[in-house]
């Protein structure tokens, strides 16, 4: 019996390393992003967003989080979209990586995917040149009539390593 039972840990955690599990959410209408969930702490819907003064115009606002304040990277300023107003546009995403509690301001949240590593290719084969992308991959959009969709994964750790150093960054 507990040779059957290690046998069955040991195709679990193969088939954990084969799968990434992406939260799916939107930075403008049309395109779908994802990020793994390994590094998100948190999902939270409409915050109120406070504007704050940084020395990047990327990392401008806050929320209040249970009485936590936690400033938030805007990722479609980031990326290169313009912000939209509108009441299910404005979420953020809270993350945790090397210790460091992060926000980041994104529009509509979709779902929870699980895609299988295999199927991500490289992103340079699809876009020209966006250095915060890691891959891009697809997921069939059951409220589009399961028309098929690509998902671009995004990759905050290259983001959090650009914005140690503010002058790099150019959004």
Known sequence: MEKVLNTFAKRTQSVR???????????????????DTQKVREVVRQPLFRALRTPHRCINVEASIRGTSISA??????MGYRDVI???????IITEYNGSVQGFKVGEF????????????SISKVVHSDKYLTGISTIMNVERMGRIDPVFIIDLEIILAELVDYETLTC
């Open 17 to 35: 390393e084969n799968e990434l599990e992406l939260l799916l959410f939107r930075l403008n209408a049309t395109q779908i992003f994802g990020i």
């Open 73 to 78: 990277i805007d990722l479609r300023g980031l």
């Open 86 to 92: 509108g009441e299910h546009e404005n979420n953020m």
């Open 110 to 121: 979709l779902s929870v995917a699980e895609i299988s590593r295999q199927d991500i290719s």
